[in-house]
């Protein structure tokens, strides 16, 4: 592997900052979309039995 010391490489720190930043981003996105609360007013009633009873 040739060793090249160009603009377009960036340091090993830098790499750790990017992609705690991109795994940041993706936790809040992933927490936003399965959001239980809203999942759960979202789906469906259960169909008979008791209303106040958890759907299986």
Do not use: W
Not at 26 to 38: C, M, Q, R
Not at 41 to 53: H, I, L, N, R
């Amino acid at each position: 592997m040739e060793n090249k010391n160009s603009n377009d490489q960036i340091s090993r720190k830098e790499a750790l900052h990017r992609m705690g930043k991109y795994a940041a981003l993706t936790a809040v996105g992933t927490f936003i979309i399965l959001n239980p609360k809203k999942a759960h007013a979202s789906s469906p009633p259960c169909t008979g039995g008791d209303p106040f009873d958890d759907c299986p």
